[in-house]
């Protein structure tokens, strides 16, 4: 059997952390902040964990 191959796309907005966990970064973080408050920035801010029920699926995209 051949190798699983990356899913390109997911491989962009997903990262797995040394433990297993599938991190991904806020929405809304990319452009027309003019009318965003500087507390909505700082909130969306760094990335945090997947959802366990969407992490099993993302990690098949990975190839993990």
């Known amino acids: 059997m051949p190798k699983m191959k990356t899913h390109s796309g997911a491989a962009k907005r997903f ?3 040394g433990t297993g966990k599938v991190m991904r970064l806020r929405a809304n973080r990319n452009h027309l902040f003019e009318h965003k408050s500087s507390r909505v920035t ?16 993302i990690k098949k995209m990975l190839g993990k």
């Open 42 to 57: 700082r909130r969306l801010a760094g990335a945090v964990r997947l959802s366990p029920a969407d992490a099993r699926e």
């Open 15 to 17: 990262r797995l952390t």
